[in-house]
C-alpha cells in the first residue's frame, strides 16, 4: 500500500535474531526485493534465541549477510550505540523512501534478562558474560557521551529519576488493571472457541 500510495512512507520491522530462521522471514526478503518495497528490516540481534546462543542456530555470520541472496542491502551495527543505530536506520529509512528497495540493518545488542519470567538463564550463559555485556549498555554509553559534551550529570541524573518514577506508576497501574475476560482474551483469534 506505501509503495502504491507513493507518499513516501515507510515501514520498519523488528524482529529478533531467532526470527531469522523462520520461513516467513525468508519469505518476506524475497517478496520485498522482488517487487522493491519501502521496508526496513531491523533484526535485534541479542545473542540468544529464547535458551541458545546465536552461535549455534545461525549458520550465515553476521546475521545482515542473509539480505544479499535476496538482493537487499544488509548492514551490521553495535545495537548498543544509540548513535550509530539511528544513523543506519536514517540512512536505509531515506533510501526505501526514494525506492531503491527494501533495507536490512543487524543490530548486535544483548540481553541481560532472561527470555522470560523464571528462565534459569545460568543454565545457558555465565554472570561473566553477562556482566561484560553491562558495561556496554546503551544508556550508559550514552550517557558518558552526553556528559562528554557537557551536559551536566545532575540533570540526566534527575531525568532518570523522574522516567524511573513513571514506569513505576505505569507498571503500578497496569498490575491493578482487571484479568481480561474469556470473550477478550479470544478476540481476534483465527479459530473460535467450542463450547462444550
Known amino acids: 500500500a ?13 524482529f529478533g535474531d531467532g526470527a531469522s530462521n523462520t520461513g516467513s522471514f525468508h519469505e518476506a526478503l524475497n517478496l520485498a526485493s522482488i517487487w522493491n518495497l519501502p521496508v526496513v528490516y531491523i533484526c535485534e540481534n541479542n545473542q540468544y ?6 552461535d549455534e542456530f545461525v549458520s550465515c555470520k553476521p546475521i545482515s549477510k542473509r539480505a544479499e541472496s535476496y538482493g537487499l542491502k544488509g548492514i551490521t551495527v553495535d545495537g548498543n550505540d544509540i548513535e550509530e543505530v539511528v ?13 531503491t528497495g527494501p533495507f536490512f540493518i543487524e543490530t ?6 532472561g527470555h522470560y519470567g523464571g528462565d534459569p538463564e545460568h543454565t ?18 550514552a550517557k558518558a557521551r552526553l556528559i ?17 518514577s513513571k514506569l513505576e506508576e505505569d507498571q503500578k497501574w497496569a498490575l ?21
Open 2 to 14: 506505501m509503495k502504491k500510495e507513493a507518499k513516501g512512507k515507510v515501514c520498519v520491522c523488528y
Open 49 to 54: 534465541g529464547e535458551a541458545m546462543p546465536v
Open 87 to 99: 544513523t543506519a536506520v536514517e540512512k536505509a529509512v531515506a533510501e526505501a523512501r526514494t525506492g
Open 108 to 113: 548486535v545488542t544483548y540481553r541481560f534478562r
Open 124 to 141: 545457558y550463559r555465565s554472570k561473566e558474560e553477562v556482566d561484560e555485556w553491562r558495561e556496554k549498555c546503551p544508556l550508559k554509553r
Open 148 to 164: 562528554e559534551d557537557g551536559v551536566e550529570e545532575a540533570q540526566l541524573d534527575e531525568l532518570e529519576k523522574n522516567i524511573i
Open 176 to 196: 491493578e488493571q482487571p484479568f481480561p475476560t474469556l470473550e477478550q482474551a479470544t478476540d481476534h483469534v483465527m479459530i473460535p472457541l467450542k463450547s462444550n
